[in-house]
């Protein structure tokens, strides 16, 4: 028991390191299946260019249900389509204990976006107050990428002039010279 508490603070912090400035993911909004230690629905909403949070409802295949809510940050390895995440989150039981079932979770995985299908494998460490216990999950996760992020965002390092409530839209800009930031 001991070394796989050790084993896991040693992986969630070789990626905790690794959080270097990134490209946003492909995507705004997927959602699909969870299959490992249990089995359920995953979905993924991106916040900000390099954070998502991840609603997870799954069952245990011979234990409780649970709700699992998961802030991640992302940081690409091989172009904007691959992604090595990792955070932190919470859980709440949703079978006998539940009520009183609450616990912390943390999370690391890869991830890839393929056309409209995003794939992941994950290490999801897991503790309940309740029970006291421990729990190792690793899983895979298949999503439908319900909102995809517009080509010209995913590839433009161009930040946003405004949108539709810019009151200078249609306008060009007079320059000044100089550098303008």
Known sequence: M???TRASLFFLLVFGLMAIPAFSQK???????RVGNSIGVTAVQRFDK???????????????AYLT??????IPIIGKSTNLYFGVGAN???????????????????????????????????YSFASKAFENQIGIS???????IPKNQV???????GGIFNSNQGKKKKSSGGFHF
């Open 2 to 4: 001991l070394f796989h």
């Open 27 to 33: 995507y705004n909004t997927a959602m699909g299946i």
């Open 50 to 64: 390099h954070f998502t949070v991840e609603g997870i409802v799954h069952k245990q295949f011979l234990g409780d």
């Open 69 to 74: 809510v998961l802030a991640r940050r992302h």
């Open 92 to 126: 709440s039981t949703i079978g006998r204990e539940a009520g009183n079932g609450l616990g912390l979770d943390a999370v690391a995985g890869a991830e890839v976006s393929i056309g409209k299908m995003n794939f992941s494998l994950d290490y999801k460490p897991m």
């Open 142 to 148: 298949a999503r439908v990428i319900l909102i995809p």
């Open 155 to 161: 590839f433009s390092k161009k930040k946003s002039s």
